[in-house]
């Protein structure tokens, strides 16, 4: 059974940084891409970041593009997600979440291409 656990949330002033990480775990779990999303109270939950296991290919959310860089460490099977120049917008719960499926060409941006979720991680930056 995977598990991921997410880590590196907290409070922090508008445009300050955090470092989220996520841990992977599981003796089957190859992944072919990782992703990070959020939630905000009363919203649906969306794409932030996802990166690409075998390559490393990213891609980004609009309203974070410039601002957050996700990364991964395979020999660790961790992704992070830095995120530089908070916005009090920014906050949200952060769900870490991993794909073994394989999407050519795709940007792993929707929800239903991920089978393994995180419990989230709080993030909340003060105006």
């Known amino acids: 059974q995977v598990q991921l656990v997410e880590s590196g949330g907290g409070l922090v002033q508008a445009g300050g940084s955090l470092r989220l990480s996520c841990a992977a775990s599981g003796r089957t779990f190859s992944p072919s891409a990782m992703g990070w999303f959020r939630q905000a109270p009363g919203k649906e939950r969306e794409f932030v970041a996802a990166?690409?296991?075998?390559?490393?290919?990213?891609y980004y959310g609009d309203y974070v593009k410039g601002r957050f860089t996700i990364s991964r460490d395979n020999a660790k099977m961790t992704v992070y997600l830095q995120m530089n120049s908070l916005k009090p917008e920014d906050t949200a719960v952060y769900y870490c979440?991993?794909?073994?499926?394989?999407?050519?060409?795709?940007?792993?941006?929707?929800?239903?291409?991920?089978?393994?979720w995180g419990q989230g991680t709080q993030v909340t930056v003060s105006s």
């Open positions: 979440a991993g794909s073994q499926a394989s999407y050519s060409g795709r940007t792993y941006s929707s929800r239903r291409m991920y089978d393994s």
């Open positions: 990166i690409r296991w075998s390559n490393g290919w990213t």
